[in-house]
């Protein structure tokens, strides 16, 4: 079955640690998307990429890191500059293309400060 | 920035009664689409209606679209305790931009 990884499922963080969450897709899509969820809001783009060795910095880039690689792999570090890091981090995919085609979404990553 | 606004932040009904949310967006779309959130899980495209679309229906679903004034409505008729999640609107702007916005999504409740 395709579909989006993201792992570890709960991750904990130290005071001046970087953190790096997996995100691994088997749909062949060709973007990529990083999304933060804190508690009752809605989505805040972190970074997007839309081909390999190319992204993009979203609404809130600030303190993360992304790299591009691989097709397939989209890893997201949370460095020590991101202050507050509790939230719970989504991974998604689409097909690229113009007319904005529907997003597959992974399971998440639940971030906490040790 | 956040171009969606659902409508309302929570919504608790009875199990077979039908659950209507609101969505609005500031600018020309090309299209909106709708997602469901389980409890710690990740968003599942339900249904994307596009710009020149007013209605749309897929299974107990049924969205509509008022481009002239900005806004969308989803509606599940004969609820069940299985729908309970988050419900969030992605508007795509026109004009070529793929990246969607995403509203704060209601919270359905739907009791046994």
């Known amino acids: 079955d395709g579909g989006i990884t993201q792992s570890p499922k709960y991750l904990f963080r130290k005071e001046g640690q970087n953190v790096t969450l997996s995100c691994e897709q088997n749909?062949?899509?060709?973007?990529m998307y990083w999304y933060r969820q804190d508690p009752g809001q809605g989505l805040r783009l972190i970074y997007y990429s839309q081909i390999v060795n190319d992204f993009q910095k979203g609404d809130i880039a600030e303190g993360y890191s992304v790299s591009r690689e691989k097709k397939e792999s989209f890893p997201l570090t949370v460095t020590s500059a991101q202050k507050n890091p509790t939230a719970f981090y989504l991974c998604?995919?689409?097909?690229?293309?113009?007319?904005?085609?529907?997003?597959?979404f992974g399971d998440g990553t639940r971030l906490s400060i040790l | 920035s956040q171009q969606g606004e659902e409508d309302p932040q929570a919504l608790s009904i009875q199990e077979g009664e039908n659950a209507t949310m609101n969505c609005s967006y500031k600018?020309?779309?090309?299209?909106l689409q709708w997602y469901r959130q389980n409890s710690g899980r990740g968003l599942v495209h339900l249904i994307l209606?596009?710009?020149?679309?007013r209605e749309k229906h897929s299974g107990r679903l049924r969205v509509t679209l008022d481009t002239s004034k900005k806004s969308s409505s989803l509606l599940i008729t004969a609820s069940r305790a299985a729908d309970t999640a988050s419900y969030f609107c992605a508007s795509h702007a026109s004009g070529g931009s793929y990246i969607p916005t995403f509203g704060r999504g209601t919270s359905l409740i739907v009791h046994p």
């Open positions: 998604a995919s689409s097909i690229y293309g113009q007319g904005s085609q529907p997003q597959h």
């Open positions: 749909l062949n899509h060709d973007a």
């Open positions: 600018t020309s779309i090309n299209n």
């Open positions: 209606i596009r710009s020149n679309e």
